[in-house]
Every structure is written in C-alpha cells, then in structure tokens.
C-alpha cells in the first residue's frame, strides 16, 4: 500500500479511514509511505497505528517526484531524508518503492540507484501485480466533487473486476516467464476507493481461491532478489522479467498500466 495520501480523501470518509483499511487486512502488509505526506498529526497517527497492527513499513521518498524528472543525486537526498523520519518507526523496514514504478528511463540511471540503494542497506519493494486503482480513486472522488451524493457502490464491481482481471493477467505472464507460481505484491494505495472496498477486495480473492500472506514472507521470495535489465526500467517486477527475455512483446505494453486504459471502460459505464 503506498503514498498515505491521507488528505485526498474526502469528507464523510476522512475520519474511518484508517480504520477501515485496517480492518480489511487479514495479513501483513507493507505501507511505502511518502514522507511529506505524513509528516503531521494526522500522518503520523496513521503510522503508530499500522505500526501496533505490526504492518511493516517502508519508504516511498519524501515528495513522490518521478525519478526521472530529478537528478539522481537530488533523488537520493528525498529517499534519505524520508528515512530520517521514518526510522522512528519500530516497523520500518528498508525497502524502497520507487513513486508510478518508475525506476529510470536508462541504464545508466537505472543502476545508478540500484547502486545507492544496496550502499544503503535497501531492497526494492517490488510490485508484481501493477493496478490502476489510483486512477478509479481519481474518477470517483472527481464525481463526488461535483455530485456529493453520489452513489459510490456503483464502483464497486467495476473496481474489484479490474483488479481480479489485473491479478489474472500477472500471474498468468508469471507462469510464462518463470515456469511456476510465485507469491505476488499488489499495489494499492491509502485512498478512498479502498477505504470504500478493499476488505470486499480481500474477499473476493479468498472466496476465488487465493490465499492471503503477508508482506514480508512474499519478499523472502527468491524473485524479488531479481534485477530485470530493462530499460526503462521498472514497472512490476513481473512485467519487467517479461520484457528481459524478449518473447512477450505481443502481450506487453507499456507502461504497464495507466489511466488512458481505464479511461475508455469508466466513461462507458457513467462513471
């Protein structure tokens, strides 16, 4: 779960949030936080509470800028000085989520990072399961702007097929390219969408036949030690092994996921 953009959830929802969310976790998690978001009351009330569940934490920098719109160096400082809050937390761990998955448009930049990140101590946090839920957060808060009393169950369905078609489609291209199954990360974010329908989307997947781990037994997986040489690099990590070998360019896009393959399908449905 990343970025704890708290403030972006609107009111009604605002103060349940956290309970709700937590609430809807059956395992473990982790939480990328970014640092400017939770550097308040509110913020860090949020992480002593993921904390006391024992959810594990990790950094997702301090101003969630694109690595790529930034000089490595500048990128390097956000990631420190989003530790030097975080580390207070008996939770935190270092694993690093790099912001949209972008983890350089070169290789030269690429390992770069890679370079500072194993000088530091980190991992990559990688995502093997990419969604859009962001952008299905997006849509509804904008409909609520505009219409209060807007019925928000109506993203129900759409959201939880969206992200069990998103499931359905990495692990399937996992199997492909490594031949077996692996745990998978999904990512999803401290938002509306989920305060509203993440514990629907935890039982939707128990009730299809997946099981639930947590966070950090999925990292102890082999696969997330992998470092795909890709260029651009990121995506998830799943997307990106694909790419390595080659042979999948037929059901590879990139990115990976985004707003402009969602748009099309809400605007269908009024939403």
């Known amino acids: 779960m ?25 395992a473990k998690a982790a939480l990328f936080a970014t ?27 301090w101003t969630h800028r694109g690595y790529d719109s930034v000089e490595p160096e500048w990128f390097e400082r956000d990631i420190l000085q989003n530790e030097t ?36 101590g980190y991992r990559n946090g990688s995502v093997t399961i990419d969604t859009s839920d962001w952008y299905y957060d997006q849509r509804l808060r904008e409909r609520l702007t505009k219409e209060p009393k807007f019925d928000v169950a109506r993203y129900r369905e759409p959201y939880l097929e969206r992200l069990w078609s998103h499931a359905g489609y990495y692990n399937d291209l996992s199997l492909k390219v490594l031949g077996h199954s692996i745990p998978h990360t999904i990512l999803v974010h401290y938002n509306l969408i989920n305060t509203l329908f993440l514990a629907d989307a935890v039982a939707m997947f128990k009730k299809r036949g997946w099981d639930i781990i947590s966070a950090e037994d999925a990292f102890e997986d082999p696969v997330f030690t992998r470092q795909p040489q890709t260029a651009p690099a990121g995506e998830s990590l799943v997307w990106a092994l694909a790419k390595e070998t080659g042979k999948f360019e037929s059901i590879l896009r990139y990115p990976g996921e985004d707003d402009v393959y969602e748009k099309a399908t809400l605007d269908k449905l009024g939403l």
Not at 4 to 23: F, S
Request: glycine share 4%; hydrophobic share 40%.
């Open 2 to 26: 990343d970025d704890v953009n708290w403030r972006a959830i609107p009111a009604p929802y605002t103060e349940t949030a956290c309970d709700r969310i937590l609430a809807a976790m059956p």
């Open 35 to 61: 640092g400017s978001n939770v550097d308040n009351h509110q913020g860090r009330d949020i992480l002593d509470r993921f904390a006391k569940a024992r959810h594990i934490l990790g950094n997702h920098t």
């Open 85 to 120: 809050l975080l580390k207070s937390w008996p939770n935190y761990r270092k694993i690093f989520r790099f912001p949209m998955l972008k983890e350089g448009k070169t290789a030269a930049r690429r390992d770069t990072l890679r370079r500072f990140l194993a000088d530091h």
